[in-house]
């Protein structure tokens, strides 16, 4: 097996909900083990999600948990999900936009491809590219 780069997103209590709505999005498998699952079932955060995994219809992986108190988590604007890819990625755009913000439509760019990019409402960015069909 080789190596893999995947996002692995920090939520603070709300990543369950968060990997279930990218599981609506995308479709695809999600496994979710909480705290609990994993041998601390009397822990106060026992139901907080330790680790999740959405492996997509389209073939990439997401990955999750719920950052424990005292652990650093600050979101921000530092890192993005990029999806590139065909005509699909517009409904992955429409549906991950819903509840979040657009902060640049999907539409043509100067280069050719159309491109957007979005916060989506669990505070996550996210950039998408189509690439234009080329002689």
Same mark, same amino acid.
């Given at each position: 097996m080789g190596s893999h780069l995947n996002p692995y997103l920090g939520f603070t209590g709300d990543a369950r909900q968060a990997m279930e709505f990218y599981r609506d999005v995308f479709g695809g498998e999600l496994e979710l083990g909480?705290?609990?699952?994993?041998?601390?079932?009397?822990?106060p955060n026992a139901e907080a999600v330790m680790h999740a995994r959405l492996d997509t219809t389209d073939g990439?992986?997401?990955?999750?948990?719920?950052?424990?108190?005292?652990?650093?988590?600050?979101?921000?604007?530092?890192?993005?999900?990029y999806l590139g890819? *065909? /005509? =699909?990625?517009?409904?992955?755009?429409? !549906?991950?936009? #819903?509840?979040?913000? $657009?902060?640049m439509p999907l539409d043509k760019q100067a280069w *050719? /491809? =159309?491109?957007?990019?979005?916060?989506? !409402?669990?505070? #996550?960015?996210?950039? $998408?590219?189509?690439?234009?069909?080329?002689?």
């Open positions: 909480t705290v609990a699952d994993f041998g601390s079932p009397d822990a990439y992986t997401l990955m999750a948990w719920d950052v424990p108190a005292g652990f650093p988590h600050q979101p921000g604007n530092n890192v993005a999900v890819g *065909g /005509d =699909e990625l517009r409904g992955h755009f429409e !549906r991950l936009a #819903v509840g979040g913000t $657009v902060t *050719g /491809d =159309e491109a957007g990019s979005l916060v989506d !409402r669990f505070g #996550v960015n996210w950039m $998408v590219n189509i690439p234009a069909e080329r002689p």
